[in-house]
């Protein structure tokens, strides 16, 4: 085998992915609680998409783990719209501490809440379950408004 290199980061990446992808498709009663940390959904649209497909035919979680999954104000804007489209109803708690995502997806997911208010996001160690307003500074995001 000369010549082939075989990137194994990516390959671990990818079983994680699928991994918890089956988790998610299974629809199973006993899986209410469903962790994607650590899988970087914002670095591979297709994920992304792929997620949000599983999540829509879901109807068993109800606490969704995306801590650390590289969350972009785009790949956020993706999950709102179909969060705020009727998708997991049964959803009550999501989880998307340490995501890079800016004030404007700050400003994204409290508007989730407004559409969703039994909607718990968590962003850091506390919870948010009320709205005070949105974000101090709207800022308009090119290709996202």
């Known amino acids: 085998m000369t010549g082939t ?7 671990y990446e990818k079983v994680d992915f699928d991994l918890a ?19 970087l959904l914002g670095s ?12 829509a035919a879901n109807s068993t979680c109800t606490e969704l783990d995306l801590s650390s999954t590289s969350l972009t104000d785009s790949s956020l804007q993706k999950l709102v719209i179909q969060l705020s489209m009727g998708s997991a109803k049964q959803l009550q708690v999501v989880h998307l501490r340490d995501n890079p995502f800016t ?14 208010p039994s909607l718990q996001i968590e962003l850091a160690k506390e919870t948010t379950t009320s709205i005070d307003g949105f974000v101090h500074n709207k800022m308009l995001v090119e290709g996202l408004t």
């Open 5 to 11: 290199t075989v990137d194994a980061k990516a390959i």
């Open 103 to 116: 004030l404007s997806g700050e400003t994204m997911l409290q508007g989730l809440q407004r559409l969703r």
């Open 44 to 55: 591979h649209p297709e994920w992304l998409s792929a997620f949000c497909e599983a999540l």
């Open 21 to 39: 992808m089956r988790n998610l498709m299974g629809n199973h009663s006993s899986l209410a609680k469903i962790s994607f940390k650590g899988v």
